[in-house]
């Protein structure tokens, strides 16, 4: 069966907890490797350059772009936000299922350079509920939490470029219930077309 990782995007309103899944997704299966993008956002309390983001200056994230580094990039909320290319190609490579957490427009440009990615769009269960996480997280200005509300609006318009739907209830089951989702596209016939080929010419005896 296939041997070569998945390309998966996972996208959500700010606030859905999606990076909270993706730690948890991590640290539960070995068999996933998050890439780290780059941003000119300024690094929140606690995230370190490298780990969360590499932390680029305007000119040299334009630079990134001009040299082809980036799988994709985006503008969200006054930034720039990319994927860089080279640890995309080698995790997939080495069999990996690559997560890149990134907003709509960036998952439509991916869907349409590799139109075999995974979508999934992680929601909580109600608008509400995703106001009073991006309150409590105590990291944003009321500005910063109207701008992502309004930001939520919009990309809410997009929700149907994807392919699944993660309700973000409860932690622990929505990791696994992400976990499920993903096994089970390993078996998707378009994802292995070579192994039907194979077994088609073993039951011919050839
Ligand atoms: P935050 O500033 O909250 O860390 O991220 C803001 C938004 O940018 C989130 O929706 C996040 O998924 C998205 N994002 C993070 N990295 C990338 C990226 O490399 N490309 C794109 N298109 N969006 C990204």
């Known amino acids: 069966m296939n041997l070569q990782g998945i390309l ?16 948890e ?7 996933y490797a998050l890439s780290v993008s780059a941003t000119t956002r300024q690094p929140r309390e606690g995230e370190a350059d490298g780990r969360e983001y590499f932390f680029k200056t305007r000119e040299e994230f334009e630079k990134m772009i001009a040299e082809e580094e980036l799988i994709e990039y985006a503008r969200y909320v006054n930034n720039y936000y990319g994927t860089p290319k080279a640890y995309v190609e080698e995790q997939l490579a080495a069999g990996k299922d690559v997560i890149l957490e990134i907003e709509l427009q960036g998952a439509l440009k991916i869907k349409e350079k590799f ?22 997280r105590g990291t944003e200005t009321a500005e910063v939490i109207e701008q992502r509300m309004k930001r939520a609006e919009q990309e809410a318009e997009g929700m149907e470029s994807y392919d699944y739907y993660v309700v973000n209830d409860v932690l622990d089951a929505c990791v696994e219930d992400v976990h499920r989702i993903i096994c089970a596209e390993h078996g998707r016939s378009m994802r292995n077309r070579e192994f039907a080929e194979q077994i088609k010419s073993e039951l011919k005896g050839e």
């Open 8 to 23: 998966i995007v996972v996208s959500g309103f700010s606030g859905s907890g999606k990076g909270t899944i993706m730690k």
């Open 25 to 31: 997704l991590l640290k539960r299966y070995d068999n």
């Open 115 to 136: 139109p075999e990615a995974l979508l999934l769009f992680v929601t909580p269960p109600s608008a509400a509920e995703l106001k009073r996480r991006l309150v409590n």
